[in-house]
């Protein structure tokens, strides 16, 4: 079965340090994959996504950069963080493919920006 | 218009009521749509598809009125461990990148 990893589950970091949170997938071959935010009280946002490897598009401009060095590695980095950019962060896949799949979401990283 | 609606709640109902929510889309090329389950300080989770024909898993009926553009989920026999956000999905024929709804809030007490 497929299974997706996400770390680190909290990070407190201070203004202007650089991000780095990685997702992996098991279990399945060239995934779609996602990063969201989700702000304190609010829907979920797209940042990122990714249908193949090197393949990055983004949803909304912003400090923040991703990357997808191996099929089923989906890395989500800043070179400094803005106190705006505290939230819940969650990655996700879906099949490869194939539109209309459902996704399936990692735990999630709750960041705090001091 | 917003793409996917949802009315935010909160829905406060006794343990064993029956509760629904509705959500409407505004794309009719629509042509997959979800329900999620989200707790507090978690991920989303996969409740369900939903299905044209409507579909049930155990307490959870969702359906799908293509003509109104909305879909429904149902719960029945509601339990206090129902009490969640929970989330539509809508997903444009063809496409890689869902729409989520902003979540409807349920609380189920004693």
């Known amino acids: 079965s497929q299974t997706i990893h996400q770390w680190p589950a909290t990070l407190v970091q201070p203004v202007g340090s650089p991000l780095s949170l990685e997702c992996t997938v098991e279990g399945t071959s060239n995934p779609n994959l996602y990063w969201y935010r989700q702000a304190a009280g609010r829907g979920l946002q797209l940042l990122f996504y990714s249908v193949g490897i090197g393949q990055i598009s983004s949803e909304v401009p912003q400090n923040l950069s991703a990357s997808r060095p191996q099929d089923r590695q989906f890395i989500l980095s800043s070179k400094k963080l803005l106190l705006s950019d505290s939230g819940f962060y969650l990655c996700a896949w879906s099949t490869g493919q194939i539109s209309n799949q459902p996704q399936h979401f990692g735990d999630g990283t709750r960041l705090s920006i001091l | 218009r917003k793409e996917v609606e949802q009315d935010p709640g909160p829905f406060n109902v006794p343990e064993g009521a029956t509760v629904a929510f509705n959500c409407t889309y505004s794309?009719?090329?629509?042509?997959?749509f979800f329900w999620y389950r989200q707790d507090c300080r978690k991920e989303p989770k996969l409740l369900m598809s939903?299905?044209?024909s409507g579909n049930e898993d155990g307490r959870f009926t969702a359906q799908l009125n293509r003509a109104s553009q909305y879909i429904s989920l149902l719960i029945r026999d509601s339990k206090l461990s129902d009490s969640a956000t929970y989330l539509c999905?809508?997903?444009?024929?063809?496409?890689?990148?869902?729409?989520f709804g902003r979540g409807t809030s349920l609380i189920v007490h004693p």
């Open positions: 999905v809508v997903n444009q024929g063809g496409s890689y990148i869902p729409t």
């Open positions: 794309n009719s090329a629509s042509q997959s």
């Open positions: 939903v299905y044209s």
